[in-house]
């Protein structure tokens, strides 16, 4: 899964920029944006924030695509990953509920 990568490839793509172009906004080098575009490397938050700015997208939204991104690579290979993302589900929302 790299929700995240493909679609900051086919944003950049589409608005004809250059990798150095979005490198140059979040003051990386070239390489490590082709790496996020391919997933083989994970943005900084902060990279995410200058991204949703510079494509006007929705902050939420991307912030929500890289954490599905983080979340699938590090249960995609257990056997319960689906019972432990839904345990994860019941806590996030009882901690929500807790919290209002």
């Known amino acids: ?3 995240f990568g493909d679609l900051i490839r086919s944003t950049r793509e589409q608005k004809e920029m250059l990798l150095r172009h ?8 070239t390489a490590l944006v082709s790496k996020i575009e391919r997933g083989e490397k994970t ?13 006007n997208i929705n902050p939420e939204k991307l ?9 699938s690579e ?8 689906l019972q432990a993302l839904k345990i994860a589900e019941k ?5 929500k509920s807790k919290s209002i």
């Open 1 to 3: 899964m790299n929700k």
């Open 22 to 29: 979005i490198a140059a906004e979040l003051d990386v080098d």
């Open 43 to 55: 943005a900084k938050r902060e990279h995410v924030l200058a991204l949703a700015h510079l494509f």
């Open 63 to 71: 912030i929500a695509l890289w954490l599905a991104d983080q979340v």
């Open 74 to 81: 590090l249960v995609e290979n257990e056997e319960q990953a």
């Open 91 to 95: 806590e996030l929302i009882n901690n």
